[in-house]
């Protein structure tokens, strides 16, 4: 298929969006074979257009969180660059909430794959963020503009800015990257589909980062996906890693399942036995990388699954970053009633009042540990097959 990418300059950032939709259109159908030589073919083209442009002074990165699409996409970029000859960096963007399973393998690829790597880092932390703008809705996404005009951008927008976005631009300005790549996928999420119809794989992002940016795996499915655009969602992502014996992030093997309906002995798995238990109905929250403590995924079970696998990260949010309150405030009315009629008859608390919950916190988790479970979560409509 024709790409179109030749035209682009950085006054004609990007290719028309009929090219992008037969982009789009042409992934629904094609095998992971025909979708990593196509990916293999941009990146090329991406690095080739860049020496043209900027010769010897051309610098490349990898925007890596050292989670699955990422890794892909560095894989697929070492193998054209070697092949080309051209040196590349590596930014992550550690935002000093990574999983302890994230850092020990950074380190471990780092040093296998001698990468040149830049860690991007906050000025501040996720604890003061929280601690100055309090704890809104837990529920808005990264994104939402729901407020208003005049009305603050929800806390998980500061926090993604402070911690991410912001140390991101810096590292950019200081390193002067003219392409970067990342491992930005439609699937991942309507807002994330909405970028990829607007922009499309290769654009020059003049607003942003100012940067070329180039997205090998854009159009690549996994079952795990929380959007699906009309795709077949074949398993290209993890399909792909299995193909060339990728080593993977430990975090990709602690899924949990958070399904009541569940009767078998493993409440936590690996990554192959909860792709089983997903195409066979179950809920099943599948981690990816990125800070701990995030309310982004609560609807997914993100509750759940911390309590199940990370008990101190789950009461830290809880008790240190104050999600409790805000827990308890946006439990449906029916629910918050029968909690409480609950745990005043068993003499937990004295009075019927959110107020008398938060005295006794620790005594409610203690007698009810999931009390917080299912606050959120939308609810999966499939049926469970043998």
Not at 236 to 246: C, P, S
Request: hydrophobic share 35%.
């Amino acid at each position: 298929m024709q790409t179109y990418y030749g035209d682009l300059t950085t006054s004609n950032t990007r290719i028309p969006k009929e090219r992008i939709v037969e982009a789009e259109e042409w992934h629904k159908t094609a095998s992971l074979d025909w979708k990593e030589q196509r990916a293999l073919n941009l990146i090329r083209e991406a690095l080739l257009a860049g020496r043209e442009r900027y010769g010897a002074e051309l610098k490349v990165v990898v925007s890596c969180s050292f989670g699955i699409d990422s890794m892909l996409t560095l894989h697929l970029v070492r193998r054209v660059s070697q092949e080309l000859g051209i040196s590349f960096d590596v930014v992550w963007n550690n935002t000093l909430n990574e999983y302890p399973q994230t850092r020990a393998y950074a380190k471990r690829m780092t040093e296998e794959w001698a990468l040149n790597l830049i860690e991007a880092r906050p000025t501040t932390t996720l604890r003061k963020i929280y601690e100055e703008n309090g704890v809104d809705s837990l529920f808005k996404r990264k994104g939402d503009r729901s407020g208003g005009k005049g009305e603050k951008e929800p806390v998980v927008e500061k926090c993604c800015g402070a911690l991410k976005h912001k140390p991101m631009k810096k590292a950019i300005k200081e390193n002067g990257w003219h392409i970067m790549f990342n491992g930005v996928r439609a699937g991942e999420s309507r807002q994330r589909w909405m970028s990829a119809r607007r922009d499309g794989d290769l654009f020059y992002s003049s607003h942003t980062w100012k940067t070329w940016v180039c997205r090998p795996i854009l159009w690549w499915t996994a079952l795990s996906d929380s959007f699906n655009y009309g795709n077949n969602r074949q398993e290209d992502v993890w399909n792909y890693v299995r193909k060339h014996d990728m080593p993977y992030n430990e975090i990709y093997d602690m899924n949990a399942v958070i399904d009541d309906s569940y009767t078998g002995k493993d409440v936590v798995v690996d990554r192959v036995t909860a792709e089983y238990l997903v195409a066979k109905g179950y809920n099943v929250f599948m981690p990816r990388t990125g800070c701990m403590a995030c309310p982004i995924p609560i609807k997914r079970g993100y509750l759940r699954y911390l309590r199940t696998t990370f008990p101190k990260v789950y009461r830290s949010m809880l008790f240190q970053l104050g999600f409790a309150r805000v827990l308890i405030a946006e439990m449906p009315e029916d629910q918050r009633r029968e909690l409480l009629d609950e745990l005043n008859g068993f003499g937990i608390i004295t009075e019927k009042t959110e107020e008398a919950v938060l005295d006794r916190l620790e005594d409610v988790i203690e007698w009810k540990p999931c009390v917080f479970d299912g606050v959120g979560v939308v609810k999966q409509r499939q049926k469970k097959s043998a």
